[in-house]
């Protein structure tokens, strides 16, 4: 399952970043190099979330998230015109609903 997961994860990244930035588009070393480090990222700040996190505090979790990838895609792609949006009333449960 988690290998699963984190090559789903790699794979969608790398896509993203390969339509959203001529110069990833045309390094596909440089875009897997950040596809595996968004993936490492985000997988352990989810299970360090999990861990040590308070449920009551997962919006933040997700706002914090959101921010560190925000930054991480504008000094990876300046030449990227790609911004993700989000709803104002869009909760943690919206984007990622628990499977129970």
Request: net charge negative.
């Given at each position: 399952?988690?290998?699963?997961?984190?090559?789903?994860?790699?794979?969608?990244?790398d896509k993203l970043l390969e339509l959203s930035s001529p110069s990833m588009a045309k390094d596909k070393v440089i875009r897997q190099l950040?596809?595996?480090?968004?993936?490492?990222?985000?997988?352990?700040?989810?299970?360090?979330?999990?861990?040590?996190?308070?449920?009551?505090?997962?919006?933040?979790?997700?706002?914090?998230?959101?921010?560190?990838?925000?930054?991480?895609?504008?000094?990876?792609?300046?030449?990227?015109?790609?911004?993700?949006?989000?709803?104002?009333?869009?909760?943690?449960?919206?984007?990622?609903?628990?499977?129970?």
């Amino acid at each position: 399952f988690f290998e699963s997961l984190q090559s789903s994860i790699v794979d969608r990244t790398d896509k993203l970043l390969e339509l959203s930035s001529p110069s990833m588009a045309k390094d596909k070393v440089i875009r897997q190099l950040c596809s595996q480090a968004v993936t490492g990222f985000m997988i352990d700040a989810v299970l360090w979330w999990i861990e040590n996190g308070d449920k009551k505090r997962d919006d933040d979790f997700f706002r914090w998230a959101r921010q560190s990838l925000n930054t991480l895609y504008r000094q990876w792609m300046p030449d990227s015109n790609w911004r993700p949006g989000r709803r104002e009333d869009e909760t943690l449960e919206d984007i990622a609903p628990s499977s129970a």
